[in-house]
């Protein structure tokens, strides 16, 4: 189960919130989003990335996030964020029982929380409303919503 741990935890958590599951993505479709979350690994080692978002299905430009997060440190913690990037780096000496329990608790409260959250386009704009910047936001995104183009 060493390589699929990360694999195992995120069906764990998604699948019975109503996910389903296509190679290392997971997808739950509502009326208004697709919601997304992909296992990405890193170009080294055996370091991955949880990344999670929605395609917003009235703007029409398929496109493989409108909206993109990667799972970390909501508070710019450094500590957090080191402690995030070892759960997910397979490499680390972590036993598997800490990461299991650790990357679960991350998954449920940033991941399943938020997506549980973001219903539809409104979710998505109240969520974008609530970000320190919309720097990352494509201008599509910014355009449908009549966000600031800055």
Do not use: C
């Not at 329990?101 to 959250?117: A, C, G, P, T």
Request: proline share 2%.
């Amino acid at each position: 189960m060493e390589g699929n741990i990360i694999e195992f935890i995120l069906d764990r958590e998604l699948i019975p919130q109503g996910f389903k599951k296509k190679g290392k993505k997971w997808f739950k479709e509502e009326q208004e989003l697709i919601k997304k979350v992909f296992l990405q690994k890193a170009f080294y080692g055996n370091q991955f990335y949880i990344n999670y978002g929605y395609i917003i299905k009235n703007i029409g430009a398929e496109k493989w996030f409108h909206i993109v997060n990667r799972l970390g440190s909501k508070n710019g913690d450094r500590n957090e964020e080191a402690f995030i990037k070892n759960l997910l780096d397979l490499d680390h000496t972590m036993n598997n029982d800490d990461r299991t329990i650790y990357l679960s608790k991350y998954i449920q409260d940033q991941v399943v929380r938020e997506m549980n959250d973001v219903e539809n386009e409104e979710g998505v704009l109240n969520n974008l409303k609530n970000r320190k910047h919309l720097f990352d936001v494509p201008l599509i995104v910014k355009q449908f919503f009549n966000l600031p183009m800055d």
